[in-house]
């Protein structure tokens, strides 16, 4: 069973800190080839905030969150993290990761549609 959960969120000041996990079940993330980071606020789109690629060779940032956010994994491969520094009201949304599994998902990092396991989602809310 592929499966991914989420866990972490929380409310925060603006200027806080929190670091979200993703947990997959077996090798859903030793097998994927890169996990993406999403969120998603009210009324608006999905958004791809951070990726990273099998054996954290690459990372990659949305500009809303470069320099603030870092993406990583554990050396097992089972779990990947976010860690969110200085977070600003408009980083309030319901965090995702996602993972790809089987033929055809797998592409771009910040397409949703790359994507076809999804965690249940976890809370991000940042307040001034």
């Known amino acids: 069973q592929v499966q991914l959960v989420e866990s972490g969120g929380g409310s925060v000041h603006a200027g806080g800190s929190l670091i979200l996990s993703c947990t997959g079940s077996g090798h859903t993330i030793r097998s994927a080839n890169v996990v993406t980071w999403f969120r998603q606020a009210p009324g608006k789109e999905r958004e791809a905030v951070a990726a990273i690629y099998s054996g954290s060779v690459s990372t990659y940032y949305s500009d809303s969150v470069e320099g603030r956010f870092t993406i990583s994994q554990d050396a097992a491969e089972t779990t990947v993290f976010l860690q969110m520094n200085d977070l600003k009201p408009e980083d309030t949304a319901m965090y995702y990761c996602?993972?790809?599994?089987?033929?055809?998902?797998?592409?771009?990092?910040?397409?949703?549609?790359?994507?076809?396991?999804w965690g249940q989602g976890t809370q991000v809310t940042v307040s001034n």
């Open positions: 996602a993972a790809p599994h089987g033929r055809g998902y797998g592409g771009s990092w910040h397409r949703p549609s790359s994507f076809n396991v």
